[in-house]
């Protein structure tokens, strides 16, 4: 005779999505972020633009008390429309991956900061430095070197696909042009670097800790 099953609470379930379904709303929700985030760019840079480009002057003004803020500011000013352009449709493809692989929001506040305080600290003197290519930096150096600390494979398979559609885009970490700021992209990717090693570690502890898979179709596992 078999035992009652316990009726779960109403509003509760002991059932789990099926992975596709559980994929395919993690690329919906990743998809919606970067839209909503790339849209408020551009309605900061419509506001810049409506206001005589004033916004322009909260960026990150080095080695000066009232230049702290703009590390907070700068990566939602840009310099015209094909500034804000040239940096969303690199950031929407990495923002978007970085999303998928769960790891958005402790990378970028890394990227943020290092990449901030390295401004301040060593960038030019008197000048206002914005943009968000300091964190895209970050996040593409992230997603490079990310396998290489995970050991694993397949993220080092996506590095290497990565450095081979956008890795001409490091040399921007070389002074070569007076009007780009490339300390921000320089201390972005150092940012990068330090996020992948940071999350390594609980990475593998959270592979090492991860209970077994349940064995397919109803089967018993061997204790």
């Known amino acids: 005779m078999s035992a009652p099953t316990p009726i ?11 992975g596709p379904v559980r994929d395919r709303a993690l690329w919906v929700r990743s998809a919606v972020i970067m839209i ?4 408020v ?4 840079e419509a506001i810049d633009s409506a206001t005589n480009m004033r916004l322009d002057n909260d960026g990150i003004v080095p080695r000066e008390t009232d230049g702290l ?16 352009t040239s940096n969303a449709t690199v950031g929407a493809v990495l923002g978007f991956l970085l999303l998928l692989a769960r790891r958005f929001l402790v990378t970028t506040a890394i990227v943020w900061i290092v990449s901030g305080v390295g401004v301040w600290l060593v960038g030019p003197a008197h000048v206002s430095t914005i943009g968000a290519s300091g964190i895209i930096f970050g996040w593409l ?3 490079l070197v990310r396998g290489l600390f995970n050991r694993s494979p397949l993220q080092i398979l996506l590095g290497v696909a990565l450095g081979l559609v956008y890795g001409s885009v490091l ?8 009007q780009i700021s490339w300390q921000a992209h320089l201390f972005g990717a150092i940012g990068g670097v330090l996020a992948a ?5 609980r990475d ?5 800790s991860a209970p077994a898979a349940p064995p397919a179709f109803g089967g018993t596992a061997a204790r």
């Not at 909503?36 to 849209?39: D, K, P, Q, R």
């Not at 593998?204 to 090492?208: D, G, K």
Request: hydrophobic share 45%; proline share 11%; aromatic share 10%.
């Open 204 to 208: 593998r502890r959270r592979s090492r």
């Open 141 to 143: 150096a992230f997603l």
């Open 197 to 201: 090693s940071v999350l390594a570690g």
């Open 69 to 84: 803020a703009g590390i907070v500011w700068s990566p939602f000013l840009h310099a015209g429309f094909d500034h804000l």
């Open 8 to 18: 779960p609470p109403i509003g509760t379930s002991n059932t789990r999505r099926p």
């Open 171 to 178: 040399w921007g970490v070389l002074p070569t042009q007076p």
């Open 41 to 44: 760019l551009y309605l900061v």
């Open 36 to 39: 909503v985030l790339i849209a």
